[in-house]
């Protein structure tokens, strides 16, 4: 059966609820009983004061208006870059699907020759902001913010720094995919992975590299804190203290770290970053941010409810978003 409460919402079939999710919806009743208005037999769903459905009573779980409202995606690449799939209307489509509170779309920022050609040109820089100023007229309700996911290599720090100036962006991810001239994040690189002799050595140099990111100031977060693990090259034995020295300059720059689900989708099969990582961040309490690293529109919003429950595993219960480089905290959903 179907209903709708008093501001429109759609009722679901209650048939398949679990006794907790029966007493929630009890109380549910009482609390739109007190405001005049008598819900469907079988009620099916929990609202909050504002008339959004919370939990449906198929599973107890979050619907997902409810779920991605409180989120903001920050992470997010175009066809722009040479290496992904749709333009920011076509994410901007996936994550009003979604109910995803806020877009943004952070494409690979141009680097001087000697770099790949995975990002984004800078003569095509007036072709990123045209699309997505059409990504906002298309879907006026969502709000849309323009990043960038920015290098940080060591000697380009200057190079980036004049990029950064071209445009009024909302954020600024800062990314190391680069260990010297090494691309080391990309899969044609395993024979040289499985080829090192010191992996911990090479973990350490990237996180070199990361404190170095954050001690510029460039970057608001800092994309896949741990993408090093990515193809599951990772040191024996505890790197707590590796994790504990590099995001002690994160803490110290006032910057955030993003909890990006793009490791789910590669070999490691593991959010960036890990458990262990995470929980040292919130003992210092350095603020997160949320990135799907999508690719492809079908992505935008990934694998967002493992983020959320790894997030509030390790203490978080709030994440950042940021308008022209302002920040603002934003409380996490209440389940995922
Ligand atoms: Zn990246
Ligand atoms: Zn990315």
Same mark, same amino acid.
């Given at each position: 059966m179907l209903g709708k409460n008093p501001l429109g919402c759609e009722a679901r079939e209650g048939?398949?609820?679990?006794r907790a999710v029966e007493s929630k919806m009890l109380r549910g009743r009482r609390m739109f009983l007190d405001r005049g208005w008598t819900p469907p037999t079988p009620y099916a769903g929990i609202w909050d004061r504002a008339g959004v459905l919370k939990v449906?009573?198929?599973?107890?779980r979050m619907t997902d208006a409810a779920f991605y409202g #409180?989120?903001? =995606?920050?992470h997010s690449h175009t066809r722009l870059c040479g290496h992904a799939e749709g333009e920011p209307r076509d994410l901007a489509r996936r994550a009003k699907d979604l109910g995803l509170g806020v877009l943004g779309i952070s494409e690979h920022c141009p680097m001087p020759s000697? !770099?790949? +050609?995975l990002r984004l040109a800078e003569e095509r820089l007036p072709d990123y902001l045209a699309m997505v100023e059409d990504a906002r007229r298309a879907f006026p309700t969502l709000p849309i913010r323009l990043g960038i996911e920015a290098e940080y290599c060591r000697g380009e720090a200057e190079s980036v720094r004049r990029f950064l100036e071209k445009a009024d962006w909302d954020h600024v991810i800062g990314s190391v995919h680069y260990l010297g001239k090494w691309n !080391?994040? =990309? @899969? #044609?690189?395993i024979p040289a992975w499985k080829a090192l002799s010191d992996l911990r050595a090479t973990w350490q140099a990237y996180f070199d590299l990361w404190k170095e990111a954050a001690r510029? +100031?460039?970057? =608001?977060t800092l994309g896949? @804190?741990?993408?090093?693990k990515k193809f599951g090259f990772v040191p024996e034995g505890s790197c707590e203290a590796m994790f504990e020295d590099a995001l002690r300059a994160v803490a110290e720059a006032g910057c955030c770290i993003e909890i990006n689900t793009a490791g789910l989708r590669k @070999?490691? #099969?593991?959010?960036? @970053?890990s458990a262990a990582f995470l929980k040292i961040a919130r003992r210092m309490e350095i603020p997160i941010t949320f990135g799907s =690293?999508?690719?492809?529109?079908?992505?935008?919003?990934?694998?967002f409810r493992e983020a959320v429950a790894l997030a509030r595993a390790c203490g978080y219960t709030e994440s950042a978003r940021f308008e022209k480089r302002k920040r603002t905290m934003w409380p996490l959903p209440e389940k995922e």
């Open positions: 048939a398949a609820a679990g449906s009573a198929e599973n107890g #409180k989120l903001a =995606d920050l000697g !770099f790949d +050609r !080391f994040d =990309d @899969p #044609k690189e510029t +100031r460039l970057y =608001d896949h @804190p741990d993408l090093v @070999p490691v #099969k593991e959010i960036y @970053p =690293d999508a690719h492809a529109p079908s992505e935008v919003g990934a694998n």
